[in-house]
């Protein structure tokens, strides 16, 4: 039986958001405000690809958690999808096998 331990992510709890601060900082926080990451650009070409690298970034647990469900549901036939899905999550715990 997998140990459910080993397999919760250590990563911040979601949801996290996007702030940003001044023209050309930006900061991904966790629900707690804690601060996750961060980017800066140096042009306004820059800009909109920034936020929405940002806003991908910040979409990571709810993308991780949506992961997770569909690799332990019946809902998708078991096969080549659930197995990339597991290889993903096992990516982001840190589990892949090199």
């Excluded at 459910?4 to 979601?14: A, I, L, R, V, Y």
């Excluded at 702030?19 to 800009?47: K, M, N, P, T, W």
């Excluded at 940002?54 to 949506?66: C, F, N």
């Amino acid at each position: 039986m997998e140990n459910k331990e080993n397999t919760q992510p250590k990563f911040s709890p979601g949801p996290w958001r996007v702030e940003f601060h001044a023209l050309e900082h930006q900061v991904i926080v966790d629900a707690d405000g804690h601060y996750v990451c961060g980017s800066s650009f140096r042009s306004a070409v820059e800009r909109p690809r920034a936020r929405a690298n940002a806003k991908l970034v910040a979409a990571a647990p709810e993308m991780y958690d949506m992961l997770d469900m569909l690799a332990s549901c019946e809902c998708i036939p078991n096969g080549i999808y659930v197995a990339a899905i597991r290889k993903l999550l096992a990516k982001v715990r840190g589990e892949e096998k090199r």
